[in-house]
């Protein structure tokens, strides 16, 4: 009955087992995501794209460029178009795709340790049932980091305009004053810094937050709760300014010429909603092994809710970045937009209209009842749709500035999300069964085992 | 409350055994009224089977009457009425209207539960209600059983409050 939880601090203690048959299944997936990577990295160098470009690679292709940024922006702003097609090389499109599930799995990795340090911040009670699955996230942080620094920088020329040679060279044919002017700041070693720096902090901060969360199981007291506060809250600081920076760094900086004040808060409200879904997803599929059935529905109601209101909060930035720069209407800024719509011979308009459509519709109105934030299937819905609309936002957000028009769905993309996907899944389970599911000596946990809402 | 209704009032100390006594006093077979209370009981609602709010499909409905009359009103007055070209846009520029088209939602939303809400508990300006029990609004907490609507005899029903830990029972 409601408020009457048969469960208490004694008896809820329980620990994952990560079968080798669930490892067997997740291995076979990475594989079969793999080959199909293989497959279309094998087909994408024969395919008609791309041996037509290598063909045509010098001249023709300058020209074609020009000539498509020229169709594009009347307005006379410069176009990234133009230089992403003279460097264009059929493999670039590989390592977009890296870089774009790189950004997308490390959102919903760090996210997962702001959620833990948002509870332990605002000493929320209901979480603490089920604060073990979203800790666990960060540690994926040791697969996405290092590849992220590794596509930079052997690679980092073909995702950034700015890295391209002789940009900032006064003198040079692909000097770029625009891009001279920023290059106090987006220069290769100063990036790396940023990169290293507050990926570092991040790390650093979730050992300690584990670490402590882990000895509070075995010894108990508040004085690590009151730690665990303290390192909770300096994360979010460093959160703050590092979520911000990175989305300039890591997506925004793409496309050089184009700036937008609210991008920071958009792509963290991206990561932040897909992380909601990335735990309502796991939780659920513990639930259906049999696992934490003291997680009760007014938990996966308050869950649901977060991915209602923060699918809402997502497209709030989304539409009033839209919103600025449609009603001002400066070349500059509108160049953003005309590429994702009538841009690259508009292939990226249908998984624009589709991406608002699953972000925001679907949640909306399948999440908007009480009762369907209550009830699992729904939820599992609601949440799937929301990771395969966001990871559209990051593909809009990353693909138009690196490939233009040579993107598309094709056997790379859905091959190499699996592989990370898979990945994510195989490491974050593993992490699972290294500590209780449930943080048996968390100070809150009577409350939220009574939670009732 | 009328006059001529006859209730029976049982008086709690601590809100926990009332919550509980909602419990046996119905498993006696008797109609349990509701409850008064200084504050919110968890799980009270549940308890004393009181049915569903429908405020929010109120609420799904005002809103949607709000987004109707802001997207109406603006398109009359921006597009029929008396266009004017901003910005070489269209007159029909949606997404200019949104911001106003959400507000209107929220604005009849809010204004519309309200007023719901406060018709549905006999809240308007200047009505009156005295509570069955002034303590409530105190320390006390007050279990009102309609004795016209149970089949239980009215001696049956002071027994089984007295029962359930009432320190009172009164009759009103």
């Known amino acids: ?453 | 409350m009328s006059s001529t209704t006859n209730y029976i009032l049982g008086v709690y100390d601590d809100e926990d055994e009332v919550l509980h006594a909602v419990s046996a006093v119905k498993a006696k077979g008797i109609k349990v009224e509701d409850v008064y209370s200084p504050f919110p009981i968890h799980g009270l609602d549940v308890a004393v089977g009181h049915a569903r709010t429908r405020l929010p499909i109120a609420a799904f409905m005002f809103g949607s009457l709000g987004l109707v009359s802001a997207l109406s009103l603006i398109s009359y007055t921006m597009v029929f009425d008396w266009p004017i070209n901003i910005g070489g846009k269209d007159y029909f520029a949606l997404p200019n209207w949104i911001p106003v088209t959400f507000e209107g939602t929220v604005l009849f939303t809010a204004f519309g539960l309200v007023s719901t809400f406060c018709i549905s508990n006999d809240l308007w300006p200047g009505n009156k209600t005295l509570p069955l029990d002034i303590r409530t609004t105190d320390d006390k907490f007050v279990m009102a059983i309609n004795v016209d609507k149970n089949k239980v005899s009215a001696a049956d029903i002071k027994k089984a409050l007295k029962e359930s830990g009432a320190v009172e029972v009164n009759v009103k």
């Open chain 1, 1 to 453: 009955m409601a408020g009457h939880s048969h469960f208490s601090p004694a008896n809820v203690e329980e620990h994952f087992e990560f079968s080798s048959e669930g490892k067997k299944r997740i291995i076979y997936a990475f594989i079969a995501g793999l080959a199909a990577l293989l497959l279309g990295i094998y087909l994408l160098s024969k395919g008609e794209s791309g041996g037509h470009e290598v063909a045509n690679a010098g001249h023709e292709a300058v020209k074609a460029g020009h000539e498509a940024a020229a169709e594009h922006v009347s307005g006379g702003a410069v176009s990234h178009q133009a230089s992403a097609e003279e460097h264009y090389d059929w493999t670039n499109r590989i390592w977009a795709n890296v870089w774009l599930n790189a950004v997308f799995f490390t959102g919903i990795a760090v996210v997962g340790m702001f959620f833990v340090s948002l509870q332990y911040l605002t000493k929320s009670g209901w979480s603490s049932v089920m604060k073990r699955v979203p800790e666990a996230f960060p540690k994926f942080l040791y697969i996405t980091l290092p590849i992220l620094i590794a596509v930079f920088f052997f690679k980092g020329d073909v995702i950034f305009h700015w890295m391209h040679h002789g940009v900032t060279e006064v003198g040079s044919e692909n000097y770029d004053k625009i891009i001279a002017g920023k290059s106090g700041y987006l220069n290769k070693n100063f990036f790396l810094i940023r990169l290293v720096v507050f990926g570092g902090l991040w790390i650093l901060l979730w050992k300690m937050l584990r670490k402590k969360s882990l000895e509070e199981d075995l010894n108990g007291g508040t004085e690590y709760f009151n730690q665990l506060v303290k390192i909770g809250t300096a994360f979010i600081v460093i959160f703050g300014a590092s979520s911000s920076i990175f989305a300039w760094d890591w997506v925004m900086s793409i496309d050089t010429h184009w700036f937008s004040t609210m991008f920071g808060w958009y792509m963290f409200a991206s990561w932040h909603v897909t992380t909601y879904a990335v735990i309502v997803l796991a939780i659920l599929y513990l639930k259906d092994k049999g696992l934490m059935a003291y997680v009760n529905e007014n938990h996966l109601h308050d869950l649901g809710k977060f991915m209602f209101a923060f699918s809402i909060f997502w497209t709030y930035v989304w539409f009033e970045q839209f919103l600025l720069i449609y009603y001002a209407n400066l070349p500059e800024e509108t160049i953003y937009f005309l590429e994702r719509w009538e841009g690259h011979n508009k292939i990226y308009k249908t998984s624009e209209i589709l991406m608002v459509l699953l972000n925001f519709f679907f949640p909306f109105l399948v999440l908007m009842t009480r009762d369907a934030k209550r009830t699992r299937l729904f939820l599992k819905i609601a949440a799937f749709m929301i990771i395969v609309g966001h990871y559209i936002d990051f593909y809009q957000m990353i693909m138009p500035g690196v490939v233009g028009k040579h993107g598309g769905y094709g056997l790379v993309e859905f091959g190499m999300v699996t592989v990370f996907a898979a990945a994510f899944i195989y490491i974050i389970s593993d992490e699972l069964t290294k500590a209780s599911l449930v943080a048996k000596n968390h100070p809150f946990l009577p409350e939220a085992l009574h939670h009732d809402i």
